[in-house]
């Protein structure tokens, strides 16, 4: 979902009364948001948003956020929370408000319910590298997720990584050599139980 607030930048020597500070709009929309749901606060299958970009002048302004929620409902719920929000800054400052909602990822879930073997399938690659299985919420935006809702049902699995999307994101190589030796169990899954199973 894209902000973008627009107003209208002068001589600041020649302002009062001209200038709408786009900036200062998006400042007094961002601390509005509530606190208890913002990723840093919530866990598990709650969800949030996630103000990611912001870019701007005093002519305008854009913040982009990540909406993530494991109802497709309470998606919609969240976008027009954020647009009240929007708007009512706008208004307080004489600034008006783009936005724009781009579909991003939904729960894949929907589509793996479905298809309960691709998952069961999952499963046991991994028993099969002598690992139990842990499963937990994907809270964040995944290939998954957009493969499956493009008619390929596609769980995750593991790949290793610590410390995602910051500077010190790593893996180890025992992690790595793990992962594939599960998309190889994955493999051989699938090719014994090929006759038994349409998509």
Known sequence: ???T???FNTHP????????NAIKTAGDFLV????DMSPERTDGYDGFVHPYVLQGGVEKATVRFIVRDFKTAALADKERMLEQLARAAAARHGARVEITIEEQ?????EVLDQHPHVVDYAREAIRR???????RPIRGGTDGS???????PTPNIFAGEHNFHSRLEWVSVQDMEKAVEVIVNLARVWEERASSVRL
């Open 1 to 3: 979902m894209t902000l």
């Open 105 to 109: 990822y939904r729960n894949m879930r």
């Open 146 to 152: 957009k493969l499956s809702f493009m008619g390929l």
């Open 32 to 35: 509005q948001l509530p606190r």
């Open 129 to 135: 590298a002598g690992m139990d299985v842990r499963e």
């Open 5 to 7: 607030f627009v107003g």
């Open 13 to 20: 020597g020649y302002a009062k009364g001209q200038l709408v």
